[in-house]
């Protein structure tokens, strides 16, 4: 019997051990996640890629910054769930797709496709110094006039 309270203090220490791992682990994942957000100009948190989203969010978002010709660096958080947690947790948004400009949280799939029929995404990627395909396209069609 002693043996079997010996095995039971054993499982209970990686336990006790467990959080502070686990608190330098969430600091390594947000810094790690705070430099990819500030390195580029559009930052994508996404299931999948963009050549494979792995939902119909994801492959939403996709679809509208491809509208726009804006180039963006994406990250797939289903291959790796540190990152999936850590996201939401950086965000304190509770789903993914996420979109960054210019280091801001913008929303996720619901508020992009708003800003995108409302015109307003065109407004937040000037306002980042990105020009949109869309304003672009408008511009020469009214030259053209």
Same mark, same amino acid.
């Given at each position: 019997?002693? $043996?079997?309270?010996?095995?039971?203090?054993?499982?209970?220490?990686?336990?006790?051990?467990?959080?502070? @791992?686990?608190? %330098?682990?969430? +600091? @390594?994942?947000?810094?790690?996640?705070?430099?990819? =957000?500030?390195?580029?100009? =559009?930052? =994508?948190?996404?299931? &999948?890629?963009?050549?494979?989203?792995? *939902? &119909?969010?994801?492959?939403? @978002?996709?679809?509208?910054?491809?509208?726009?010709?804006?180039? %963006?660096?994406?990250?797939?958080?289903?291959?790796? !769930? $540190?990152?999936?947690? &850590?996201?939401? +947790? %950086?965000?304190?948004?509770?789903?993914?797709?996420? =979109?960054?400009?210019?280091? !801001?949280?913008?929303?996720? *799939?619901?508020?992009?496709?708003?800003?995108?029929?409302? &015109?307003?995404?065109?407004?937040?990627?000037?306002?980042?110094?990105?020009? $949109?395909?869309?304003?672009?396209?408008?511009?020469?069609?009214? !030259?053209?006039?």
């Amino acid at each position: 019997m002693s $043996s079997l309270l010996k095995i039971k203090r054993l499982t209970r220490i990686p336990q006790l051990v467990f959080p502070s @791992v686990r608190a %330098y682990s969430d +600091e @390594v994942h947000k810094e790690i996640i705070d430099k990819f =957000v500030k390195n580029a100009p =559009v930052v =994508v948190f996404m299931k &999948g890629n963009p050549e494979a989203p792995k *939902c &119909g969010f994801s492959n939403a @978002v996709v679809q509208i910054l491809r509208m726009h010709e804006v180039a %963006y660096e994406s990250h797939d958080v289903l291959a790796d !769930e $540190s990152m999936r947690q &850590g996201i939401k +947790e %950086y965000s304190n948004w509770p789903t993914v797709p996420q =979109v960054f400009i210019k280091g !801001e949280f913008v929303g996720g *799939c619901d508020i992009m496709l708003q800003m995108h029929q409302d &015109g307003e995404l065109i407004n937040v990627l000037q306002k980042a110094g990105i020009q $949109s395909a869309l304003l672009t396209k408008a511009m020469d069609e009214e !030259e053209k006039k």
